[in-house]
């Protein structure tokens, strides 16, 4: 997969069909857009391309808005070669850029720039000088500009329609089941295993303890069942998200528990799809107490995990050629 940054208008860009957006997440609705985009350019032998941006407009134009991410650019891009998109453009979006009138961005970007050929886009997909130019105004300029226009409707599941937005307001909420449904895959965090205060070992539930990644959506403090994949294997595990308040808040953590295996895992790379909600996190009366708990966590997490039915490995995204 190619990548490129700005634009580089090429003849030996056979029929750019191609789509446009941020994609964090590439939920059901991304991929759905990304689907038809592929099955075209391989049906006119033409590119299958994808435009993005860098950085993320909301950081330029609400730069007050904290906006967190569900997806690292690594991940994405990873997941596009996965889906099959031949070349990812990345423009730099600058306040500069964000003037462009929706004919300039028409022009410029879409016809000079990349020389579409056919677009997809979802239905209320806005561009332009104040996001003023909408799908009637896309329709007319593609026709002048030579440029096939395809609106999609938004994907929606059990009636609510998926948007990156929503996934990471039920991740926020603790929701990871309805998250899940609208990704089409767990929600997951990937980090360096770090050496700890050894409390887990201590207690009798040896962890495996990553820092959370500055920028990515977090689901509130507590404990969830999960699975582990690491070097090709699914491991079922359970985990904590918190700050151990009952022995004096500390760094907020993420703390992995295999289930039924001790592995030594200082120094390695880790991914943990976070399956399902167990429990807040709360204060314990002592740390006998505490271990207690933990217990009954594991066997709420194995329940969930068995109920899942992931006992079976997670395919893990293979990195980049």
């Known amino acids: 997969m190619k990548i490129s940054r700005g634009l580089t208008p090429s ?19 991304h991929r759905a857009l990304l689907d038809r985009v592929v099955a075209t350019a391989r049906r006119e032998a033409g590119t299958a391309l994808v435009l993005t941006f860098d950085p993320h407009p909301v950081k330029i134009l609400a730069p007050q808005v904290n906006l967190m991410f569900l997806t690292t650019p690594e991940e994405k891009l990873a997941r596009f070669e996965a889906a099959g998109i031949d070349e990812v453009v990345f423009l730099e979006f600058t306040t500069a850029f964000a003037a462009l009138s929706p004919a300039q961005f028409a022009k410029q970007v879409l016809c000079d720039g990349i020389g579409t050929r056919e677009l997809y886009v979802g239905e209320h997909f806005a561009f332009g000088k104040g996001r003023a130019g909408r799908i009637a105004d896309l329709l007319k300029l593609g026709a002048q500009l030579g440029f096939r226009v395809h609106p999609m409707a938004p994907v929606t599941i059990d009636g609510e329609v998926v948007s990156s ?7 926020h909420a603790g ?13 997951s965090i990937e980090g360096t295993v770090i050496s700890g205060a050894h409390r887990g070992t201590e207690l009798g539930w040896p962890t495996a303890n990553l820092r959370l990644p500055e920028g990515r959506v977090i689901p509130p403090d507590g404990v969830y069942a999960a699975q582990v994949s690491w070097k090709g294997s699914g491991l079922n595990a359970v985990v904590y998200i918190g700050t151990r308040p009952t022995f004096g808040a500390g760094e907020r953590l993420l703390e992995v528990s295999i289930l039924d295996e001790r592995l030594e895992l200082y120094g390695e790379v880790i991914r943990v799809d976070l399956l399902g909600f167990i429990r807040e996190d709360r204060v314990f009366a002592s740390a006998e107490a505490l271990t207690r708990q933990i217990a009954l966590d594991v066997d709420a997490a194995r329940a969930q995990l068995r109920d899942a039915g992931t006992t079976v490995s997670l395919p893990a995204l293979q990195p980049r050629s």
């Open 11 to 29: 003849t030996s860009r056979p029929y750019s069909v191609v789509t446009i957006g941020n994609f964090d997440g590439h939920h059901h609705g």
């Open 165 to 171: 937005t929503r996934i990471r307001q039920l991740i």
């Open 175 to 187: 929701e990871l089941q309805k998250a899940i449904r609208l990704l089409g895959r767990p929600y």
